[in-house]
């Protein structure tokens, strides 16, 4: 799910100069500049080096949608599941976030963690080749197959969803008071129309979905709450 934005404000504080071939690498991988990336590089510019958010080359590339600069990147090394610092996002949402498929299904096949994710995405989005590409790179978990294969009604969809492969949900991880108010809020459907209200309540978290009656939230991941029915998870990305 993203935020919907209201007001940000941020505080600029002072910072270490950056080396000059460090900032090259980053305008490099924004502009999808594979030679000025190699040269920064050979420069002595760091391939996981992020900047004041912490956007390292790939997550630059990813969400810019530029492919051969991504491959480049991933077979020299770089991290595939670095989190830049403003949203909290990866490279594999980021690239999904800005509609860029090809570069998404490159992730899932490099090992980039969120393919329950990109699988609800690919399936709930119309986007084949993204369920496909969270298909192959491995197992899914139980849960979120079930929860797709009740929401999911298109037969090609549904075919590929009986591909899939299952493996049992991890232990949630206990969250603490602070990483859950970081969502809490309003935000608007990634994968639906619907506009949502969080809050905390002890230990998890209470939706409200186009102002209907309040939902009670496991939770079941880092960014993500299930209801105690199964029948609503909630994915939060953006925070």
Not at 1 to 6: D, F, G, S, Y
Not at 31 to 58: E, P
Not at 150 to 159: F, G, H, K, L, T
Not at 203 to 216: H, K, N, S, W, Y
């Amino acid at each position: 799910m993203k935020a919907i934005p209201t007001l940000v404000l941020l505080l600029l504080v002072g910072s270490a100069a950056v080396p000059a071939q460090q900032e090259d690498l980053w305008q490099a991988a924004r502009l999808g500049d594979l030679a000025g990336v190699k040269a920064a590089l050979d420069a002595g510019a760091s391939i996981d080096g992020g900047d004041r958010w912490d956007n390292t080359a790939i997550y630059l590339a990813a969400r810019a949608g530029h492919l051969e600069v991504a491959r480049w990147l991933i077979e020299n090394g770089a991290d595939v599941d670095v989190r830049e610092s403003f949203y909290g996002t990866r490279p594999l949402e980021a690239a999904l976030q800005g509609g860029h498929y090809e570069v998404a299904n490159l992730l899932l096949a490099s090992g980039a963690e969120g393919r329950e994710q990109a699988l609800a995405f690919g399936l709930l989005r119309g986007q084949p080749d993204v369920a496909r590409a969270a298909i192959e790179s491995g197992p899914i978990y139980a849960s979120a197959l079930e929860q797709l294969r009740s929401q999911v009604e298109d037969p090609e969809m549904r075919a590929l969803l009986a591909k899939a492969r299952s493996e049992p949900d991890p232990e949630p991880p206990k969250l603490t008071s602070e990483q859950i108010d970081r969502m809490t809020g309003r935000f608007e459907g990634w994968v639906s129309d619907s506009f949502v209200a969080a809050r905390r309540e002890g230990d998890g978290l209470v939706l409200t979905i186009d102002g209907g009656e309040p939902i009670a939230m496991q939770i079941t991941g880092e960014q993500s709450f299930r209801s105690a029915d199964g029948s609503i998870e909630a994915n939060f990305f953006g925070r």
